[in-house]
């Protein structure tokens, strides 16, 4: 019965393929097509999350019916399964948004990309498989690329070869950090990976490890490889970059925290720590000094993702399971905030046309409830108490206090003084300033209201009762951090190994 | 350090790639760049995958499992190379679609194109 | 720049440097086979195939397979979609030459063919889908080179395209539904065709089928991105 | 000793190096797409010598000349020299 879950990843797969055939029957199905192939993804998503937490343990897929050393496994834990629901829902409430806010032509090649870009984040927070990690996340990416590039503007397609070029750098290191463990291990397996993992040279588990660090830098938005993202947000389709900032972003991190603790046990682990704390860090203090002096909102928030992004692999980067535990609830409130925000400011676009803090100007009057809901993501950000943010910034701190390093409290601190003087400042622009222009108030789109009150409500309610969340959370971390666990709930193939 | 003459023409694409991504300045000589970084990847694993004395691993012919190489890097460098073309593909796309609009594909002209 | 590139090459320097150093302790030409002599020791009996390379990538690896299919799907759509216009047709205004065009008449059905026989027999001999269908896609840019005028029936190639994918998810179900693990190999292992002659044509399970699969799709792929690349866009 | 088959490997490492540095320092677009798809080509030939034959088909097939073919449509739309100027570091490192 298990093995059904694998239509997570064949769904997506085969309704993408079936849309040129949609198209042929007629144009205008494929956007509501889209919608309901989400709506199934998620049901399906909810299924499996339902199964996970009430079984306690994790689903392995064998694909092809070999045990997992020797064939692919994917391996939806606790982690997992809440991941891939919150891709389903942020892509379901993104492809509603879609049938707005997509207007350029040819739409049936945007729900294939959109569709695709959903499975590939799925599969990279799903697999079991080091080199199947590396395909999945070419799927992401190279749909990703697509998508930035699809308004056709000169700004987007800039950003799209920022990005490819970037992205291709990555994944020619990734690449070669495979070859390297494969090279001195024989297995590319994880769960096998980690079995092993103490055997191997310190040298070159460096290299490799860096190597890999690299690799994924790009899909996880860490300093030196995260210059694309700023322009690629900006760009992109307004549903595409909700769901850059809500999944894509975290499927990257995910892979990073993953290998990283998988291999804990090779000699130099330390060093990789350190560098992923220097990185983190850089991240962090960049993103926010960038937000500050942006006048368009969109990019703005863009800054302020990839400052968030900082934090959550600061926290990874601790070693600790507190550590882990408050990253992960940093992601999930994350997603959360974002896409609200995200959609918005694409809605306030759609609505005005820009979104230069001009346009901003007494929005509260214009489209009140847009404002509504932007505030509410920004005062959850900054780190106010009752709102999700709140909460794992605390935890964050919590985390760095036990592990020791007050280096990261000073960050975290100072920049939520930084997002405070941005988000504030905006926040005063929409409410208590004039705009130069008289509007008159639009009447906002009934349907994209709703979604954006259920993410403020879900806000507010993880901000005001934590702890349903946070024990959800503390048993994904679990899975993340606790490798021992991890290779024993994997049924290696008993003949295969040295 | 004693490593192979195919490690060291690996390695070699690599970095003359990396470099002409770093330098250059013209789209697709930087394209061309991440195409031979691409192949020097490729040709690593392939290299990394490598048994002396040992022959293709087709099992006829009186080859036998212990005379064959390690096929398994064999089939990644497969899908690498297929996902390289894919990515250089996709790029050359957009550097059309960025010479239609700007009529250069020179990256400071460019910048200074948006200003 | 001088000083700019001596910084460039000096930083490509240290990285190759760390990374020969790396690479000096996975000595090369040695043995470091752990899941592959797996592999190797089973492949004729758990697949049927001769051409172990094959059966990693259909079988033991098919998801990374299935995977590698999509990124050739998603470059197609993404070419297509990024070079969409309203109107769009060829330019090229001279004709090839004689040779050319006689040439590929009379070519063109026999790279096809060739392109079928490599993906048909990727089982048994070197090569498989993704060559067979890049040698086919040879043929129709050989016809783009030769005539002016010429187009693909891109309409139906791209059905063509969506049809194989669904295909490849199929075969992929079916084993679900059959042996209860996606792209389990219920030809060989359930029903247990083709036991008797290994190393012949008609063995190796679903290899044949996927392969054949695989090679229309990238075939038509192919054809679609040079038929985008080729059309330039009117007003 | 060296014997005669790995002459020919140096040989033909060598000659891949070569045509690489020359595909990223000629100033002909063409001419640089020629020099990448030789070293397509010589990889394709250090494949077979690796026992690698698939890999060595795939790559002659689709890395050589599906990709040079593509590169060149490419070309043949945006223009076909590097213009002369100054280098510098690439934009994506800088902010």
């Not at chain 1, 889209?34 to 009430?54: K, S």
């Not at chain 1, 055997?199 to 290299?207: D, S």
């Not at chain 1, 701190?397 to 280096?407: D, E, P, T």
């Not at chain 3, 190999?185 to 190796?204: C, E, K, P």
Request: aromatic share 12%; with cysteine.
């Amino acid at each position: 019965m298990s093995q059904y879950a694998s239509l997570l990843i064949a769904l997506p797969l085969i309704s993408a393929f079936f849309v040129p055939i949609i198209k042929a029957i007629g144009k205008k199905v494929v956007m509501p097509f889209l919608v309901l192939i989400t709506a199934i993804q998620m049901g399906m998503a909810t299924w499996v999350f339902n199964e996970v937490y009430t079984t306690g343990k994790p689903i392995i897929i064998m694909a092809g019916g070999f045990r997992p050393p020797v064939g692919i496994n994917l391996y939806i834990g606790h982690f997992a399964a809440l991941f891939v629901l919150i891709i389903a829902v942020a892509s379901f409430f993104m492809a509603i948004f879609s049938m707005k806010a997509i207007t350029v032509e040819p739409k049936d090649k945007y729900a294939m990309l959109s569709l695709l870009l959903m499975l590939g984040a799925t599969g990279m927070i799903s697999t079991g498989d080091i080199f199947n990690l590396f395909v999945f996340m070419e799927i992401t990416a190279i749909s990703a690329y697509a998508l930035t590039a699809y308004n056709k503007s000169g700004e987007a397609s800039e950003a799209a070869m920022k990005y490819i070029v970037l992205g291709g750098i990555g994944s020619s290191f990734f690449l070669v950090g495979i070859a390297l463990i494969y090279g001195s291990l024989g297995t590319l397996n994880m769960a096998q990976i980690a079995q092993l993992a103490g055997q191997m040279n310190p040298t070159v588990a460096q290299a490799a490890l860096a190597m890999l660090v690299f690799g994924l830098g790009v899909e996880a938005e860490l300093f030196p490889l995260n210059a694309w993202a700023p322009d690629a947000y900006q760009a992109a389709p307004h549903p595409v970059t909700a769901m850059f900032s809500a999944f894509v972003v975290k499927a990257g991190l995910y892979a990073l925290a993953r290998i990283l603790y998988l291999t804990h046990a090779v000699g130099s682990w330390g060093h990789i720590l350190r560098l992923l704390i220097i990185l983190g860090t850089l991240t962090v203090v960049i993103g926010e000094f960038s937000a500050l002096r942006q006048t368009n909102v969109k990019r703005m928030f863009a800054y302020s993702s990839i400052s968030q992004v900082g934090f959550i692999a600061v926290g990874f980067a601790l070693g600790t399971q507190a550590g882990v535990s408050a990253s992960i609830f940093h992601m999930v409130n994350h997603a959360i905030v974002k896409a609200l925000m995200f959609m918005a400011v694409g809605y306030v676009a759609l609505e005005l046309g820009g979104v230069t803090l001009e346009d901003f100007k007494g929005l509260g009057k214009v489209m009140p409830l847009t404002a509504f809901a932007i505030t509410v993501g920004a005062i959850s950000i900054i780190g106010i108490p009752l709102f999700n943010v709140f909460w794992s910034k605390i935890q964050l701190i919590l985390a760095a206090m036990k592990a020791g390093k007050s280096g990261v409290i000073a960050l975290i601190l100072g920049a939520s003084l930084v997002e405070a003087v941005y988000y504030i400042r905006l926040i005063h622009l929409m409410w208590f300033e004039e705009g130069s222009r008289e509007r008159t108030r639009i009447k906002e789109n009934f349907v994209f209201g709703t979604i954006m009150l259920l993410l403020v409500a879900l806000i507010i309610i993880i901000g005001v009762a934590p702890n349903m969340t946070w024990n959800i959370v503390q048993k994904a971390s679990a899975d993340i951090y606790n490798v021992a666990q991890y290779i024993k709930n994997v049924p290696l193939l008993p003949g295969v190994s040295p | 350090m004693n490593i192979g003459v195919y490690y060291f023409g690996a390695i070699s694409l690599m970095l003359i790639g990396l470099y002409a991504i770093l330098v250059k300045k013209n789209l697709l000589k930087i394209l061309v760049g991440l195409s031979i970084m691409e192949t020097g990847v490729n040709l690593l694993l392939i290299s990394i995958g490598y048994i002396a004395g040992r022959s293709a691993p087709i099992l006829s012919e009186g080859i036998g499992p212990n005379q064959a190489v390690d096929p398994i890097p064999q089939a990644l460098v497969l899908t690498a190379i297929v996902i390289g073309v894919a990515t250089t593909a996709l790029a050359l796309t957009v550097a059309i679609n960025l010479y239609e609009t700007y009529k250069t594909l020179n990256i400071e002209e460019l910048r200074r194109l948006r200003g | 720049m001088v000083m700019k590139r001596a910084l460039a090459i000096l930083t490509l320097l240290i990285i190759g440097y760390w990374m020969a150093s790396a690479l000096a302790n996975v000595p090369f030409g040695a043995d470091k086979m752990l899941v592959a002599q797996y592999y190797l020791n089973h492949v004729k009996a758990q697949t049927g195939a001769v051409n172990a390379v094959t059966a990693v990538v259909v079988n033991y690896r098919g998801f990374d397979t299935l995977g590698e299919v999509t990124v050739l799907f998603i470059a197609s759509t993404g070419v297509a979609a990024l070079l969409w216009r309203k109107k769009r047709e060829r330019t090229a205004e001279t004709e090839g030459s004689i040779v050319l065009t006689t040439g590929a008449r009379l070519l063109f059905a026999f790279i096809v063919l060739f392109g079928a026989y490599i993906f048909i027999h990727g089982h048994l001999t070197p090569g498989g889908g993704f060559p067979g269908g890049a040698t086919i896609a040879t043929a129709f840019l050989m016809l783009y080179l030769a005539f002016s005028a010429y187009e693909i029936p891109h309409r139906s190639f791209e059905v063509t395209e969506g049809l194989a994918g669904m295909g490849y998810v199929a075969v992929g179900l079916i084993g679900l539904a059959i042996g209860s693990y996606f792209l389990f190999d219920w030809i060989w292992q359930t029903w247990g065709w083709g036991h008797s002659n290994i190393g012949r044509l008609f063995s190796a399970g679903f290899i044949p089928v996927i392969y054949t699969i695989i090679g229309i799709k990238v075939g038509t792929e192919l054809s679609g991105i040079v038929d985008s690349m080729v059309k330039e866009g009117g007003e | 000793m060296i014997n005669c088959i790995q002459c020919i490997e140096y040989v033909m490492v060598l000659v891949m190096i070569l045509a690489a540095i020359f595909a990223v320092e000629w100033k002909d677009l063409l001419a640089a797409v020629v020099g990448m798809a030789a070293v397509s080509l010589v990889a394709s030939i250090l494949f077979f010598f690796l026992q690698a034959p698939d890999v060595a088909m795939t790559e002659a097939t689709i890395g050589a000349a599906m990709s040079a073919a593509v590169f060149i449509f490419a070309i043949k739309r945006t223009q076909r020299y590097e213009t002369e100027e100054e280098e510098k570091l690439g934009w994506w490192i800088r902010w």
